[in-house]
């Protein structure tokens, strides 16, 4: 999926990009939606930096292969910093910050994903 590897032009983009990434199997392209030293929290899992981002979609993908679409709701923007949120099957939501590089694209800072609904 390396033709898809385009960044994300707006804080939106990411939530596409990454299931596009999940769906093909591209652990390097889901990295890629990360700064790289970001936080990503899944249940009591914690990944921070690039490869331990890296480790955690390996193992997710290496047991999961399908990823549906997801809803999402509009980013809540502030300068350089937005909030993004997807509604994930069963109840779940993930939860995002976004920032804006210096070259106008944008990576997730922090990703919380809570597994069970509330």
């Avoid at 300068?79 to 993004?84: C, K, N, Q, R, S």
């Avoid at 995002?96 to 509330?118: F, H, M, T, Y």
């Amino acid at each position: 999926m390396n033709d898809d590897r385009a960044p994300a032009r707006a804080p939106e983009d990411l939530a596409q990009l990454f299931n596009a990434r999940a769906n093909a199997g591209d652990i390097e392209g889901l990295v890629a939606l990360y700064e790289p030293d970001a936080t990503l929290a899944v249940g009591e899992v914690k990944a921070r930096g690039h490869d331990e981002i890296r480790r955690f979609f390996a193992d997710l993908l290496a047991k999961k292969s399908s990823f549906p679409e997801v809803r999402t709701m509009e980013p809540v923007a502030s300068g350089d910093v937005a909030l993004t949120v997807a509604l994930l099957p069963k109840g779940r939501i993930s939860a995002e910050i976004a920032r804006r590089q210096s070259n106008g694209c944008w990576l997730w800072a922090v990703d919380q994903l809570k597994i069970d609904p509330a």
